[in-house]
């Protein structure tokens, strides 16, 4: 052996063991940094119910964590979600097509920074229920009749175009003040008509015993099948996060697929992550939702540039905004699943 390489063998040996531990420190801290839990906040539109099931799914059967991100569910504020998503203070949040409309018409320097990145259900499914016996079929049938009134611009001009086009008298219609939240008692109290969401309050009705009838919105007017509700974004976590983002919407969309299979199942997980819930109500709504989530679109949280569009055109067409949203503008599919 040449002398002078005996001579550096062990300089040799030691730097290579040397190069080798810091390779290995290298390595378990880039492993150490990749296996970081990234937390994330939502926030719901209300208290928990039907249409949130697919978040307490993912978070339950572990889509979340095993995608390294730790989502804390919160209820909204009283500013609400689109304005607490906007600061920041939450990256998304639960929202409607039509309740973003003062988030998005806006002069520029003042428009909400928020994008709506799934629909939760592909369908509008709001509309009114009244008690069976006012004979109140469809929107035209409102005419002499009491209707509960959020006194909302968007809300009354919504009622006002199904009534009119249905050949109704939208001034014959008794508009009353009043925030329902129990559609037995607004009944027993004169009220003849109440906007509902039925996938929660009309399976209640339904549950409680109460005799109604029901008419959608959609079913007299194409523009009216907005999106609600919708998961909305921050846009700068969108921008500065774009992989987590995906990996956040890989998750929900992975629970609401699981509630779409196993509606009992989901509705278990929400009843059990809530206190107070009414079981044999969440059961009964998440059946019915569980073929409406994605209905007949190709996939979870698809939001359909056409439909979208076609609302804030009527929108704008009525006066109900100063500012024209512009086509596409406030969404995107960009970060859902393939």
């Known amino acids: 052996m040449n002398k002078n390489k005996t001579k550096f063998l062990p300089l040799a040996l030691a730097a290579l063991v040397f190069v080798c531990l810091f390779a290995g ?4 801290d880039s492993s150490e940094k990749n296996n970081q839990t990234e937390k994330i906040t939502f926030m719901l539109d209300w208290s928990p119910n039907t249409n949130h099931t697919g978040l307490y799914a993912a978070k339950e059967k572990g889509y979340f964590s095993e995608l390294g991100l730790e ?3 919160v209820e909204a504020s009283e500013s609400g979600a689109e304005a607490s998503v906007a600061a920041g203070s939450a990256d998304f949040g639960v929202s409607f097509q039509d309740t973003l409309v003062p988030a998005f018409s806006a002069k520029e320097d003042a ?4 994008t709506a990145v799934a629909a939760i259900i592909q369908h509008n499914t709001s509309g009114i229920v009244s008690p069976k016996d006012k004979n109140i079929l469809s929107p035209k049938d409102m005419s002499g009749h009491s209707y509960a009134t959020w006194d909302l611009p968007i809300e ?16 014959d219609i008794s508009l009353v003040s009043a925030y329902v939240e129990d559609i037995g008692a607004a009944f027993s109290s004169g009220i003849d008509s109440v906007w509902i969401y039925y996938a929660w309050d009309g399976i209640a009705c339904e549950k409680n015993g109460l005799d ?6 959609k079913d007299y007017a194409d523009e009216l099948d907005y999106y609600s509700p919708v998961i ?9 996060k774009p992989e987590t983002a995906k990996k956040f919407l890989s998750a929900v969309s992975k629970g609401y697929e699981y509630a779409i299979e196993n509606p009992d199942d989901a509705a278990q997980i929400l009843v059990d992550a809530n206190e107070g819930l009414d079981a044999d109500i969440c059961q009964a709504s998440q059946q019915w939702l569980a073929s409406q989530y994605k209905s ?3 996939r979870f949280g698809e939001i359909d540039t056409e439909r979208w569009d076609a609302f804030y055109k009527w929108v704008y067409e009525n006066g109900l905004c100063e500012y024209e ?12 699943p393939e």
Not at 111 to 114: D, G, Q, T, V
Not at 212 to 217: A, H, L, S
Not at 325 to 336: D, H, K, R, V
Request: charged residues 15%; contains cysteine; hydrophobic residues 40%.
């Open 71 to 73: 989502v804390e569910i």
């Open 325 to 336: 949203i512009p086509s596409g503008f406030g969404f995107t599919n960009e970060y859902l």
């Open 212 to 217: 109604t009838d029901f008419f959608y919105f």
């Open 111 to 114: 428009i909400l920074p928020i």
């Open 25 to 28: 420190c290298a390595k378990s």
């Open 296 to 298: 007949d679109a190709a």
């Open 156 to 171: 009354q001009a919504i009622i006002k175009s199904v009534v009119s086009n249905d050949g109704g008298s939208y001034g």
């Open 232 to 240: 909305i974004a921050n846009n700068d976590f969108l921008k500065n």
